[in-house]
Structure formats: C-alpha cells, structure tokens
C-alpha cells in the first residue's frame, strides 16, 4: 500500500509573539537583556570618558601637537605647557613603589597563606584588609610627619654616602621628592599585593602541595618552587593592580613630592605627577588654554594606565601561554 507523503511544517526560528511572551515569563530573556546592558555601560562609559576628555583638550592639542609630551616647559602666564615632567614623575614614583612592595607583599603573602598558623594569618589578613581602606590623605599625613623627616634625617643621608655614585642618590637631602612619594605609594598599594596574593596562593590545590612534599621537598621548597610558580598568574595580576592604584594616586603623593615640574635623575630631588598638578591646579587655571592642558594630563594618565593595563594583560597571556606549552 502506498503511503501519501504528508508534508510536515518546520517550527520558526521561535521569535513569535507567544515564544518571546514564554521566555520574558521564564526570566530568561529579561536576564539577558539586562545583564547584556550591564555589560554595555562599561564600554559606553569608557567610551565617553575618552570623549570628553579628548573633546576639552582641543586647544592645547592644536596648539602643541605632540611637544606637549616632549616639552618640560610648564609656564601658565606665557601660555607654555609641557607635560614630559609630570610623565616622568608618574612613572618613577610608580616604579620605586612597585620595587619596594613587590618582594616585601609577596614575601608577606607567602608567610600568610604557607607558613603562619591559621588564627595568626586570618588575624593579619584583617588588618591587612583594613590598611587597604585607609584614605589617602591619612597616609599622606603619615608621609609629612613620619617618612619625611627619616628620610631626611637618616635613610637619604645613609644612600647618599654609600651609593653616591650613583645619579640616583645624588643631590641635596630635601626629605620630599620622588623617594618619598615612591615609599608612601609602596605603603599604600602593598596590602593589594598581599590580599590578592594570598587568595591566589591559597587557590592552588592541594595536590600540588602534597605530591612535592611526597617527593621530599621542604615546605619553603614546595612553596617557592611549586606553588608560587603555579600561582604567577594571579600574583602578577595583583602586582598590576598595585600598579594601577599607584599611577592615579593623588593626594597622598601630592603632599610628600615637592611638587616641582623639572627632570631629574635624583631620587632625592623633588618632582610632580600627572595626578599632583592637576588636584593643584585645576581650580586656578583661568584661560580657556590653561584649563584645556590640565584636562589634556588627564587624557595622558588615562592612556597612560591603558597601555600599561594592556601590557599587562599581554604580559600574563604570554606567561600562560608559555606555561601550558611547557606542560
């Protein structure tokens, strides 16, 4: 017997009306969307931020071009700015905090995760917690009345007699400038290290602790050469977030460097920094030009944080990838 082929309709791709009155019930679609708006808001505020930024420093941008990152010049009643020493400022107090808070953080959030009793480390890993949420000025507070006069008085005296020969420790002994505001953002940006390293370290599972004491390994061994390895991902993403909260540090630095725009070699000297000059300057700037150029530094420390954001990122991919093809 014959069979009559019947011809059987194929659903739609499920966008009608009753189908997306079923999903908006199940929550899924309103979930979507709203989590999909969340999203957005970061690249649309990102994106404005460059917008206005960009669009209010037209004129020192037309004026100046690219001198206005050559130029050391800072000079508001002539019209002439420059913005190479704020650059440098930014970047070597950043520098001398990451190497001081790198080595003592990571060594501290080793002590905490491997080494120290539970009750001891959950204890310190509060204060910790709390230095963390200390504003800024306090710790510029502490920068006047405490690291100040010792620099002055013993640590840059003691550099400058050893290590003299060298430009870094040459120089007058003013207590402010760069290694102060270096040593106060070693301060401030050392409990991220120690927090998000010891989260980090204390991820790593315990089989990998196991199998290199197994295989006679000591604790600081098993430690240094198996679990911080495995964890290097993580710890250097909390040494870029230091980085990140030192390069857009305001007060705190603003109160213990000199603000003075000039170039040195001397740690000992005082400087400036992109986020110092414009906390002190924007409410006096007067002409439209004035006012343009400091918004232009802002411009300069938002893409200055990008580039070293992204050279982190690239930096951490490549670690992996260089990790999984040894693996």
């Known amino acids: 017997m014959a069979t009559v082929p019947i011809a059987v309709e194929r659903a739609g791709p499920g966008w ?3 189908t997306l009155l079923r999903r908006l019930r199940s929550g899924d679609e309103i979930a979507h969307l709203a989590t999909l708006c969340f999203a957005a808001s970061v690249i649309l505020i990102t ?6 930024l960009w669009v209010n420093s037209a004129l020192p941008r037309h004026k100046f071009g690219l001198h206005f990152f050559l130029t050391s010049v800072w000079d508001p009643i002539f019209d002439q700015f420059g913005a190479l020493p704020f650059i ?3 970047l070597v107090t950043s520098a001398v905090a990451l190497l001081l808070a790198v080595p003592a953080g990571l060594g501290a959030a080793i002590f905490l995760a491997e080494l120290a009793p539970q009750r001891i480390s959950d204890a310190l890993t509060f204060v910790i917690d709390l230095l963390a949420a200390v504003p800024s000025v306090i710790y510029g ?3 006047i009345f405490t690291v100040v006069p010792l620099l002055r008085k013993y640590v840059q005296p003691f550099l400058h007699s050893t290590l003299g020969f060298l430009p870094f420790f040459q120089g007058p002994h003013y207590g402010v400038g760069f290694l102060a505001a270096g040593v106060l953002l070693a301060v401030m940006v050392m409990p991220f290290i120690i927090s998000v390293s010891r989260e980090v370290l204390l991820a790593v599972p315990v089989d990998q602790r196991e199998a290199a004491l197994a295989l006679g ?3 600081w061994e098993a ?5 911080v390895p495995y964890a290097r991902i993580g710890i250097l993403g909390s040494v ?3 980085l990140a909260r030192a390069l857009g540090e305001t007060m705190a630095v603003t109160m213990v460097i000199g603000n003075n725009p000039r170039i040195s070699a001397s740690l000992f000297a005082p400087g400036y920094t992109i986020a110092a000059i414009i906390a002190n300057e924007f409410t006096e700037a007067t002409g439209d030009l004035y006012l343009q150029a400091l918004i232009e530094l802002g411009l300069v420390l938002f893409l200055l944080t990008f580039i070293l954001n992204g050279l982190a990122r690239l930096l951490i991919l490549l670690t992996t990838q260089r990790g999984t093809a040894q693996e």
């Not at 430690?223 to 679990?227: A, E, P, Q, S």
């Open 16 to 18: 009608g009306p009753r």
């Open 47 to 52: 994106t404005w931020l460059v917008y206005v």
């Open 88 to 90: 440098y400022g930014t």
């Open 141 to 143: 507070l502490l920068g």
């Open 217 to 219: 390994a000591t604790r």
């Open 223 to 227: 430690t240094w050469k198996v679990i």
């Open 240 to 242: 870029f977030l230091a």
